[in-house]
Antibody
Framework: QLQLQESGPGLVKPSETLSLICTVS??????????WGWIRQPPGKGLEWIGN???????DYNPSLKSRAAISVDTSKNQFSLNLTSVTAADTAVYYC??????????WGQGTLVTVSS | QSALTQPPSASGSPGQSVTISCTGT?????????VSWYQQHPDNPPKLMIF???KRPSGVPDRFSASKSGNTASLTVSGLQAEDEADYYC??????????FGTGTKVTVL
């Protein structure tokens, strides 16, 4: 059974960089046809897609976050990562990693709350 | 890209049906047959309920059905049960491997 697990600091200071890792187990991150993505949800609000990466390294981003987001993949560790620069309080959210294919996210991590505060 | 529009809330009594709409544009919902629906209970990650407009993943009850017409997709939950009370989000592919989510609908079982 495929499992995804987010990890990283739960508290980030304003203007700094938010860094998260998603570890994939029970399956390979190099599987053909699947993308690996980050989605976030501010407390009490809706879902927002951040971006995807393919195992080859190809990335796609939400235009509203493109200038601040960077997703990378480490196939040797079966992990992919998110860096979000110059964070503000508006970036406080539960961050989910997920496996995507043909427009849907079939597997999700449990999510990790990241709070931006000094 | 703007969020897809969903009604904030919907409700029904046990055994009844509830339908949730999801309105986008020709650049997302109307342009691709890649609409999906997610159920989210409090403090849990979203769960995929429908993909590719109307397909159900294994394990999802057939009480959940969905369709699309033009720029609007719809999710219907028939035979409402207490455990169906949750937030529901639609999502659509939106070109260049982008995705957009709906604003979310809180379903209450009366």
């Amino acid at each position: 059974q495929l499992q995804l697990q987010e990890s990283g600091p739960g508290l980030v200071k304003p203007s700094e960089t938010l860094s998260l890792i998603c570890t994939v187990s029970g399956g390979s991150i190099t599987v053909i046809g699947y993308y690996w993505g980050w989605i976030r949800q501010p407390p009490g609000k809706g879902l927002e897609w951040i971006g995807n990466i393919y195992y080859s390294g190809r990335t796609d981003y939400n235009p509203s976050l493109k200038s601040r987001a960077a997703i990378s993949v480490d196939t040797s560790k079966n992990q992919f990562s998110l860096n979000l620069t110059s964070v503000t309080a508006a970036d406080t959210a539960v961050y989910y990693c997920a496996r995507l294919r043909a427009g849907y996210a079939g597997y999700w991590g449990q999510g990790t709350l990241v709070t931006v505060s000094s | 890209q703007s969020a897809l529009t969903q009604p904030p809330s919907a409700s029904g009594s046990p055994g009844q049906s509830v339908t949730i709409s999801c309105t986008g544009t020709s650049s997302d919902v109307g342009g691709y047959n890649y609409v999906s629906w997610y159920q989210q209970h409090p403090d849990n990650p979203p769960k995929l309920m429908i993909f590719e407009v109307s397909k159900r993943p294994s394990g999802v009850p057939d009480r959940f059905s969905a369709s699309k017409s033009g720029n609007t997709a719809s999710l219907t939950v028939s035979g409402l049960q207490a455990e169906d009370e949750a937030d529901y989000y639609c999502s659509s592919y939106a070109a260049s491997n982008n995705y957009v989510f709906g604003t979310g609908t809180k379903v209450t079982v009366l």
